[in-house]
């Protein structure tokens, strides 16, 4: 596995994305398309001068290693427009992020309500422990509440993916909890249905916002927003490769 790894999104049609991998030395440096390799440095010292490779589109891939002070900085271009870091990256949040956000609030609103019941549970059979479930689900839906829906709305594709492991974590405890209010037959009063159901529709909609999560992260792609790669001058700054700078030349891709 390569101990450094970095994506890049090219500026061509779909701005598709470009891995670059090496060690931290250097030693040998590449960059792939779609898990190919289009482009290869053996050593720091030709990468510094730079490398380039030509694409099945004809357009010239080239890399260069610079050094920011003591900073290594890798760049990367296509027909001499810079190709931006991925991580650099941000876009607004996607009508479907923002479905994605509410399905883990309604979550979370369902579980509130369970830990209500759990009260009323606890004042009419004077339990310790249905009295440590309601503050214990209040608590922990309260920090779902401050963290699931703004991560899914403004945590870009990270935050995604870690709503949907955080809701598929909370669909297995809310199944655990519902099983446990049914275990010995159907619920007699009408707190312990409530109280299941609630844990089951809480459960529920975390398993939807699981599934939904994939639609929210295709939608929040970092390119979304970058627009016409080829007029696109909004991410160059860095100084473009010209041919003066003497780069080597890999093969072409075939």
Do not use: C
């Amino acid at each position: 596995m390569s101990a450094l790894t970095v994506a890049y999104r090219l500026p061509l049609p779909g701005w598709p994305k470009a891995v670059f991998e090496s060690d931290f030395a250097f030693r040998r440096s590449s960059v792939s398309i779609d898990g190919r390799e289009v482009l290869h440095a053996d050593g720091r010292e030709e990468l510094a001068q730079g490398v380039t490779s030509t694409l099945p589109g004809h357009e010239t891939l080239f890399v260069r290693l610079t050094m920011d002070g003591d900073i290594p900085r890798i760049e990367v271009s296509v027909d001499g427009r810079r190709a931006p870091e991925e991580s650099e990256l941000s876009v607004s949040p996607s009508r479907s992020a923002w479905y994605h956000a509410f399905l883990a609030l309604a979550a979370s609103f369902a579980g509130f309500l369970a830990s209500y019941l759990y009260l009323i549970r606890a004042d009419t059979d004077q339990s310790l422990h249905a009295f440590k479930m309601a503050y214990h689900m209040a608590g922990w839906h309260l920090l779902l509440t401050f963290t699931l829906f703004p991560a899914s709305v403004w945590g870009q594709r990270v935050g995604i993916r870690t709503v949907q492991a955080v809701s598929l974590l909370f669909f297995l405890i809310h199944v655990g909890i519902a099983l446990a209010n049914v275990g010995e037959g159907v619920p007699d009063t009408f707190v312990d249905l409530g109280i299941a159901s609630l844990n089951t529709v809480s459960g529920l909609f975390f398993l939807w916002a699981v599934f939904y999560g994939n639609v929210a992260f295709r939608d929040m792609d970092p390119s979304r927003d970058l627009g016409d790669p080829v007029s696109a001058r909004r991410y160059e700054g860095s100084r473009e490769p010209m041919v003066g700078d003497q780069p080597s030349v890999n093969s072409p891709m075939t």
